[in-house]
């Protein structure tokens, strides 16, 4: 019987030595279902929450693709251009109060990023690759460059949305934007080349820098009906002092290209109107200047708003008679509705058509030109005919 009690005794011990090592099995794979594997846009595998509270987002016009999704309120850490939108602020005042560690590619605060605790970042490859080297938090990308056609558009709207879990709300986005182009496409299919306007679009305070052959926006300008005026440009290539994918040209090549529409982002029609250097131009003397409209976003970069509002803004100004049932205020607050789930107001209309919203989005209207990108980590590249992310 003496023999059997310690027997009893390192049995029970083994039991209990066993138990603890089943209960720690047991957390360990609590914990790994706890989270989830993606594949980013960068093609490199990403562990992250199943349950995402507190997400970092960086970039430019990526930037609205979570109140398109519906997940706004998961967000603790901006770029500071998505708080200098006028409109998005009044959307969801709660961005005014969040961090904003990324001025701009290839500059962030890594102690405000910090502080700010997010389970992890989504950015492109430069903020990535900052993120990267001087924290442990997990990198998600999105496309590093930006063609801001409408198939990468639908692309990052759907990876963000299995990112995220909400892929009927980025179903329903890509289906919008294809019904609008379906709608374009059909209303414009019998349209002869003689009909087809010539369009230069003038950014910047000259009005001489555009985008080229191949680029998001000839892709809008044609599926409004219409021929890019600098069609014959090439933007590829690094070029210094402005963004890629865009090139400034001279006044001289402008006059032999006589547009039919010119559209601007900085100023007014009337300045052009008054500028004797314009008074050639077709478009100057049929008054078809017109200033770019600004919503969330300007409509002159490679957003989600933009891929279906601006080529249907354009078709209703190039071809009036073929869309005289389009009312374009409507069509704004029909899509803010849908897709933003956001009423807009008739003054706030107003706002986005005449480019108001534009001057309060920190310069995203224009500085293509000149001056260098503030001091911080890491440089904003430019590669071939595409522009960054920012």
């Given at each position: 019987?003496?023999?059997?009690?310690?027997?009893?005794?390192?049995?029970?011990?083994?039991?209990?030595?066993?138990?603890?090592?089943?209960?720690?099995?047991?957390?360990?794979?609590?914990?790994?279902?706890?989270?989830?594997?993606?594949?980013?846009?960068?093609?490199?595998?990403?562990?992250?929450?199943?349950?995402?509270?507190?997400?970092?987002?960086?970039?430019?016009?990526?930037?609205?693709?979570?109140?398109?999704?519906?997940?706004?309120?998961?967000?603790?850490?901006?770029?500071?251009?998505?708080?200098?939108?006028?409109?998005?602020?009044?959307?969801?005042?709660?961005?005014?109060?969040?961090?904003?560690?990324?001025?701009?590619?290839?500059?962030?605060?890594?102690?405000?990023?910090?502080?700010?605790?997010?389970?992890?970042?989504?950015?492109?490859?430069?903020?990535?690759?900052?993120?990267?080297?001087?924290?442990?938090?997990?990198?998600?990308?999105?496309?590093?460059?930006?063609?801001?056609?409408?198939?990468?558009?639908?692309?990052?709207v759907t990876f963000l949305?299995?990112?995220?879990?909400?892929?009927?709300?980025?179903?329903?986005?890509?289906?919008?934007?294809?019904?609008?182009?379906?709608?374009?496409?059909?209303?414009?299919?019998?349209?002869?080349?003689?009909?087809?306007?010539?369009?230069?679009n003038g950014f910047d305070?000259?009005?001489?820098?555009?985008?080229?052959?191949?680029?998001?926006?000839?892709?809008?300008?044609?599926?409004?009906?219409?021929?890019?005026?600098?069609?014959?440009?090439?933007?590829?290539?690094?070029?210094?002092?402005?963004?890629?994918?865009?090139?400034?040209?001279?006044?001289?090549?402008?006059?032999?290209?006589?547009?039919?529409?010119?559209?601007?982002?900085?100023?007014?029609?009337?300045?052009?109107?008054?500028?004797?250097?314009?008074?050639?131009?077709?478009?100057?003397?049929?008054?078809?200047?017109?200033?770019?409209?600004?919503?969330?976003?300007?409509?002159?970069?490679?957003?989600?708003?933009?891929?279906?509002?601006?080529?249907?803004?354009?078709?209703?100004?190039?071809?009036?008679?073929?869309?005289?049932?389009?009312?374009?205020?409507?069509?704004?607050?029909?899509?803010?509705?849908?897709?933003?789930?956001?009423?807009?107001?008739?003054?706030?209309?107003?706002?986005?058509?005449?480019?108001?919203?534009?001057?309060?989005?920190?310069?995203?209207?224009?500085?293509?030109?000149?001056?260098?990108?503030?001091?911080?980590?890491?440089?904003?590249?430019?590669?071939?005919?595409?522009?960054?992310?920012?």
């Amino acid at each position: 019987m003496k023999k059997i009690i310690p027997l009893l005794v390192c049995l029970l011990l083994a039991l209990s030595l066993s138990a603890g090592c089943i209960g720690q099995g047991t957390d360990t794979t609590t914990k790994s279902s706890d989270t989830r594997t993606i594949v980013d846009m960068a093609g490199k595998t990403v562990t992250i929450p199943k349950n995402i509270e507190r997400v970092a987002i960086f970039g430019g016009p990526i930037g609205q693709v979570p109140y398109i999704l519906g997940v706004e309120d998961k967000l603790c850490a901006v770029s500071k251009g998505h708080q200098r939108s006028e409109l998005l602020a009044t959307m969801d005042p709660r961005i005014m109060t969040l961090p904003a560690p990324r001025s701009t590619n290839g500059v962030v605060n890594i102690e405000e990023l910090l502080s700010s605790n997010p389970q992890f970042v989504i950015a492109g490859d430069v903020d990535a690759e900052i993120v990267e080297k001087n924290t442990k938090i997990t990198v998600v990308q999105f496309m590093a460059t930006s063609d801001g056609n409408y198939a990468q558009t639908k692309a990052e709207v759907t990876f963000l949305g299995e990112v995220f879990e909400r892929p009927e709300k980025a179903k329903k986005y890509c289906d919008y934007l294809d019904n609008t182009i379906k709608f374009l496409d059909q209303r414009l299919a019998d349209l002869p080349e003689d009909e087809r306007l010539v369009v230069f679009n003038g950014f910047d305070s000259n009005h001489l820098v555009t985008y080229g052959t191949g680029s998001y926006m000839e892709e809008r300008i044609e599926s409004a009906g219409c021929l890019n005026a600098a069609s014959d440009v090439s933007t590829q290539g690094k070029k210094e002092g402005i963004h890629s994918g865009l090139d400034q040209i001279s006044m001289e090549q402008l006059i032999a290209w006589n547009p039919d529409i010119i559209v601007i982002d900085y100023g007014a029609p009337e300045d052009l109107y008054n500028d004797p250097r314009w008074a050639k131009i077709s478009a100057i003397q049929n008054k078809k200047v017109y200033r770019l409209p600004s919503a969330v976003f300007i409509w002159n970069r490679p957003s989600a708003e933009s891929a279906v509002l601006h080529p249907l803004w354009l078709a209703k100004i190039a071809h009036p008679d073929r869309f005289k049932d389009v009312d374009i205020r409507a069509e704004i607050k029909k899509f803010y509705k849908e897709i933003f789930e956001y009423d807009l107001t008739e003054q706030q209309v107003d706002k986005i058509l005449s480019g108001e919203y534009a001057s309060t989005v920190g310069g995203l209207s224009g500085g293509y030109t000149g001056g260098k990108q503030g001091g911080g980590q890491g440089q904003q590249k430019k590669e071939g005919n595409q522009t960054k992310q920012n």
